[in-house]
């Protein structure tokens, strides 16, 4: 797989529904370009609150669903029905208002009695779909992803064991002793784009410790290196005072 060497995008948006406006342009750029490519697009989703009305944008594009596939970067363990599933919210969002065939969307499973099963099942599920050989990871052409007010990203939060999982494309996160599916930074890493968006001054301590040149607490996005194009989308409550 060869893709370009990580190219760092950086912009500050006047407000939310401009990140949003900005984020949705440089989305469908990014699966369009990648259909045109390959023939199809790779999308993993973030969850939480930020991208929502994104998600609601893309319901309302006309696009060539039968060759977009989309996928989570991360999932609460909990049905798809509970409030806090990120499969819900996108579903509810957007999938569900789009003819994307059932097969292309494929969540993570959280039905196991024992998250460790969930992640090694939804392994398998990726190995199978990008016909990955043994040891090797696939280049999503998309992965969504926001930060938390900690600097997690993803479900990879400070100071837990998923943080030095480098060898599995899945492994199970831990936030406040409750259990997350999540993306591993290596498979993150391993995207043609990943794209962070990020709103709220809440976020504003966060991102200055993950863009200072170096930084003695690990702040999770921090890891976040991928080989292909990192873009990050901060509105100017975020991003303001950010020296980039
Ligand atoms: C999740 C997300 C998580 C999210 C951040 C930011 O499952 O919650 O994947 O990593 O992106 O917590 O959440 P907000 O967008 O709600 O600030």
Redesign the pocket.
Known sequence: MEVETMQKIVEVLPDKSALIERSLEVVLTKMQAAIAQRGIATIAL??????KPLYEKLAEQDLPWEKIHVFW??E?YVPADHPDS?EGMARRAWLDKVPLPPANIHPIPTGATDPADAAAQHEAELQAFFKLSAGTFPAFDIIL????DDG????LFPHTDALQVRDRLITVGNKDGQPRITFTATLINHAYTALFLVAGASKRPALDHIFAPDDDTLYPARLIQPQGELWWLLDQAAGAELDQ
């Open positions: 973030a969850g939480g609150g930020t991208p970067g991360d609460r990120n992803l926001g930060i938390g997690h990203t993803a479900s």
